[in-house]
């Protein structure tokens, strides 16, 4: 499937707020679930609507909801959660996951360390959340986790993605869709985006 990337006037000028290094913490947070927001109502598009009867303070009438039980959102930790936010104001009775992973700083790979999501999660769409989509390490060690718990739908949202990542991913999983704010040149000899935005989950929890 082809890659998602917004394009839309807001969508560029939130990001040129996100990438300036003079950017705050908390400003930063903010964007970034803003943008979040936005990539789930494009990731959502395709969700299938049900058939209800409601009483507005005119009449009754039959119109269509979304069944928020049919989907769980996974972000990876900790960058994940800064999107988790935004996404749950538009959704907020999805069920949520979490998996814990950190990158190897020699070898760029990622290491697993937590992995809980909802016992039912095979019946639900699952929407993986990251930031930043570089190597694209994790967003596979992400799919290879839910898929073994059998889940059919999944989509990976994140703000920038390299090339090179989307490329992995695609080869590997070509059943997963990818959404993005944008993507980006390439990655560097230290596998960060360039021109990326530095450290995602440095800059949403201010830890540098």
Known sequence: MDVIELKHPLVEHKLAILRDKRTGTKEFREIVSELATMLCYEAMKDAKMEEVEIETPIQKMKTRKINEDNYAFVPILRAGTGMLDGIIQV??????????????????????????????????????????????????????????????????????????????????????????????????????????????????????
């Open 91 to 208: 959704v907020p009775n999805a069920k949520i996951g979490h998996i814990g992973m950190y990158r190897d700083e020699e070898t760029f790979k990622p290491n697993v360390y937590f992995f809980k999501v909802p016992k039912d999660i095979a019946k639900r769409e699952v929407l993986i959340l990251d930031p930043m989509l570089a190597t694209g390490g994790s967003g596979m060690d992400a799919i290879e986790l839910l898929k073994e718990k059998d889940v059919k739908k999944i989509k990976f949202l994140c703000i920038i993605a390299a090339p090179e990542g989307i490329k992995a991913i695609q080869e590997k999983y070509p059943d997963v869709q990818i959404y993005c704010a944008a993507i980006d040149e390439k990655l560097n000899e230290h596998a960060y985006i360039i021109p990326g935005l530095g450290d995602a989950g440095d800059r949403i929890f201010g830890t540098k």
